[in-house]
C-alpha cells in the first residue's frame, strides 16, 4: 500500500514533467504553422504591407501560440499524470 502523500507527490511530479513536455511541443507546432503563414503573407503582400507590421502580427501571434501551448498542454498533462495513476491503482488493487 501507498502512502496517500507520495502518491500525491509522484502525481504532481509527473504533472509537472508531462506539463513541460507538452506545452513546449505544442507552442514549437503552432510557431511553425505561424511562421509559414507570415512566411506567405509577407511573399504575396510585401510590398504593400510595411516589414514592422508583419513582425508586430507575427510577435502577437506567437504570444497566441504560447497562450494555446499552456493550455493544451496543462489539459494532455493533467489527463496523462491522473491516467497513469489510475492504471497503477488498478495494477494494486489486481494483485489483491
Not at 507527490?9 to 514549437?28: D, F, G, H, P, Q
Not at 508586430?56 to 489527463?79: N, P, S, Y
Request: net charge positive.
Amino acid at each position: 500500500m501507498k502512502h496517500p502523500a507520495l502518491i500525491r507527490k509522484l502525481r504532481e511530479y509527473r504533472y509537472e514533467k508531462l506539463y513541460s513536455k507538452y506545452t513546449w511541443m505544442i507552442v514549437a507546432a503552432a510557431g511553425v504553422v505561424v511562421f509559414g503563414f507570415l512566411l506567405l503573407v509577407y511573399c504575396i503582400y510585401g510590398d504593400k504591407v510595411p516589414g514592422p507590421v508583419i513582425l508586430v502580427i507575427g510577435c502577437a501571434a506567437f504570444l497566441v501560440c504560447i497562450a494555446i501551448g499552456d493550455h493544451f498542454g496543462a489539459r494532455i498533462a493533467k489527463r496523462e499524470a491522473n491516467q497513469v495513476e489510475d492504471s497503477s491503482e488498478r495494477d494494486e488493487n489486481s494483485r489483491h
